[in-house]
Nanobody, 119 residues
Framework: QVQLVESGGGLVQPGGSLKLSCAASGSIVRSATMGWYRQAPGKQRELVAAITSGGIRNYLASVKGRFTISRDNALNTVYLQMNNLKPEDTAVYYC?????????????WGQGTQVTVSS
């Protein structure tokens, strides 16, 4: 069973930066589409950024130019660099990995890490 463990969340002032990490227990990072989602209180979970096994990246419009998703296959880790953070970025951030294997779809989630942007 693959486990995803996020870290790096915390409290930061507006305009500040944080880097989230997602460590996978198995070597799925190189073959999976990895993504970061977030969920703010009273709102639906939304996709913030994703990176395919081929390196194609997609971003939520409101974070383009501020957030960068990357991965280290050797460390089985995915990162989310967040710059120029805004109060509306406050949410629980979740790591996700989707693996296609023999016609089956395997969907893995981390436990989430809180990001709070406030002065």
């Amino acid at each position: 069973q693959v486990q995803l463990v996020e870290s790096g969340g915390g409290l930061v002032q507006p305009g500040g930066s944080l880097k989230l990490s997602c460590a996978a227990s198995g070597s799925i990072v190189r073959s999976a589409t990895m993504g970061w989602y977030r969920q703010a209180p009273g709102k639906q979970r939304e996709l913030v950024a994703a990176i395919t096994s081929g390196g194609i990246r997609n971003y939520l419009a409101s974070v383009k130019g501020r957030f960068t998703i990357s991965r280290d296959n050797a460390l089985n880790t995915v990162y989310l660099q967040m710059n120029n953070l805004k109060p509306e970025d406050t949410a629980v951030y979740y790591c996700n990995g989707v693996v296609l294997d023999g016609g089956n779809v395997f969907d893995y989630w981390g436990q989430g890490t809180q990001v709070t942007v406030s002065s």
